[in-house]
C-alpha cells in the first residue's frame, strides 16, 4: 500500500511578519501535482494544518481549495488530524459530511480512535488518526487520570491494541515529540512545566507510525516512525534542511520504504554574510535575491540605515546580524543563554532573585497552571 505523508502546513503563518500564503500555496501546488502522479491509497497530514486555532479566512480558502483538489478531483482519500497549533473542534467541522467522501478528519479526542480501513492486494490496512491532546483532555475521554503526555499517548495506543485485529496491517497518524527526534526553533513546545516527549517504544506493534511536529523530515525507531517535516522552512535553523513530502510503501509483511520526494519553494530562506558594500555588489547579479535572507554584516565601523540598502537588492531581506557586536561582548553568552529561557525558567529566576528563596513545589504547579492556561489562551486567540 502507497501513502504521501506530510505535516505541519502551518497554513497563515507569518514569517518576521510578512505572510507566507503564497509560499505556501506554490508548494501545495506542487503537492496537489504529486497526488496526481503517484496514485497514493491514501494521503496523512500528521497535524499542525493551520498555524493558529483562529486561521484567517485566506489560509481556510487554500485548505478547502487543496483538499477538494485531492479527494474530490483526484479521488485520493485522505486522513487529516489536529495538531497542538489547530483547534480540534474547528478543524473538524463537519467531518462527518465529509467522511463519505473519502476526507477522514480527526481533530477531537475521543474514547476510541477514528479508524479508516483500507485494502490493497495483500488485504486490508487500518489506519488509526490520533489528533494531538493534551493529558488533561485524553482523561476526560477515557475517564483515567493521566500524569504526563507519556502515559496519555499510552492509554491511547493500547485501547487501540485492544481492539486491533491480530494479522491485520496497522497505521497510526499521530502528532507528538518522539524521544531521539531532532527538533527546530519553529516548533512551539507541547508542553509547560514538564516533558511533552514520549518514548519510541509506546508504539511497538504498530507497522508505520506517521508523525507530525517536529520540521526537520527524519526517521526513528527502526524506520516505522517517521516526521515528513514541514512545508516550508520556518526559521533559521531549518536553513540546511530539505523540506520534502514522502512516499511510503508498505508491504504485505509490514516492511516499510520511505522516499523522500523534494519540493521546489518559491523563496529559499538564507543566511548571507560579508561586509555590506560586498553584499549589495553580490546580490544585484543573484538569481535568488528574491528568497528570505538574514544577513550578517561583518563590518567594523558605522553604517547608516543597512536594511534599506540591503534591501533594495534583497528585497525579502527579514533581518540584520552585526558580527562586530557579537565578538565584542554585546551579545554575551549569559544573555544568550537567557533568550533561551521558557517563562516558567525566567520567574523562577525572578522569584530567585526577589525572594532569595526557591520556588516550592506548590508555587511551581500553581505557576506551571497559569502558564498553561495562558497557552491554550493564546492558541485561541492568536
Not at 525507531?221 to 536553513?239: M, N, P, T, V, W
Amino acid at each position: 500500500m502507497r501513502f504521501l505523508h506530510t505535516a505541519d502546513w502551518h497554513l497563515g503563518r507569518l514569517f518576521h511578519a510578512r505572510s507566507l500564503l503564497e509560499d505556501q500555496a506554490h508548494l501545495l501546488d506542487q503537492f496537489v501535482a504529486l497526488v496526481r502522479n503517484e496514485r497514493p491509497d491514501a494521503v496523512l497530514i500528521a497535524g499542525d494544518v493551520y498555524d493558529r486555532a483562529v486561521p484567517p479566512p485566506e489560509a481556510v480558502a487554500l485548505l478547502d481549495d487543496v483538499l477538494g483538489r485531492i479527494v474530490v478531483d483526484a479521488g485520493v482519500p485522505v486522513v487529516m488530524i489536529a495538531g497542538n497549533h489547530d483547534s480540534a473542534q474547528r478543524l473538524e467541522f463537519g467531518a462527518r459530511l465529509m467522511r463519505a467522501q473519502g476526507l477522514h478528519v480527526a481533530g477531537r479526542t475521543l474514547p476510541a480512535a477514528s479508524c479508516v480501513r483500507l485494502h490493497d492486494a495483500h488485504g486490508e490496512v487500518r489506519v488509526y488518526a490520533l489528533p494531538y491532546a493534551e493529558p488533561a483532555v485524553v482523561r476526560d475521554a477515557i475517564g483515567t487520570e493521566m500524569p504526563s503526555h507519556e502515559a496519555a499517548l499510552r492509554a491511547q495506543l493500547e485501547a487501540i491494541r485492544a481492539v486491533h485485529p491480530p494479522g491485520v496491517r496497522a497505521v497510526v497518524v499521530g502528532h507528538a515529540f518522539v524521544v531521539g527526534g531532532a527538533a527546530s526553533e519553529s516548533e512551539r513546545p507541547l508542553s509547560v512545566g514538564g516533558s511533552g516527549a514520549v518514548a519510541a517504544e509506546l508504539f511497538a506493534g504498530f507497522d508505520l507510525v506517521a508523525l507530525g511536529h517536529l520540521h526537520r523530515p527524519q526517521t526513528l525507531g527502526g524506520g516505522r516512525i517517521h516526521y515528513a517535516g514541514s512545508l516550508l522552512k520556518y526559521s533559521l535553523s531549518e536553513c540546511a534542511h530539505q523540506k520534502s513530502v514522502s512516499r511510503i510503501e508498505l508491504d504485505a509483511d509490514g516492511t516499510v520504504a520511505i522516499t523522500p520526494l523534494t519540493l521546489q519553494p518559491l523563496r529559499d530562506v538564507r543566511v548571507v554574510e560579508g561586509e555590506l558594500a560586498q553584499l549589495l555588489a553580490a546580490g544585484a547579479d543573484d538569481a535568488r535575491r528574491e528568497d528570505y535572507i538574514h544577513a550578517r554584516l561583518t563590518d567594523t565601523g558605522a553604517l547608516l540605515d543597512p536594511m534599506a540598502r540591503l534591501r533594495r537588492v534583497y528585497p525579502n531581506a527579514l533581518a540584520i546580524e552585526r558580527t562586530v557586536l557579537a565578538r565584542s561582548g554585546v551579545a554575551s553568552e549569559a544573555g544568550r543563554k537567557l533568550r533561551q529561557l521558557g517563562t516558567g525558567e525566567l520567574f523562577a529566576s525572578f522569584f530567585r532573585e526577589v525572594a532569595d528563596a526557591e520556588l516550592d513545589p506548590d508555587q511551581r504547579a500553581a505557576l506551571d497552571q497559569v502558564l498553561a492556561g495562558i497557552a491554550a489562551a493564546e492558541r485561541e486567540s492568536a
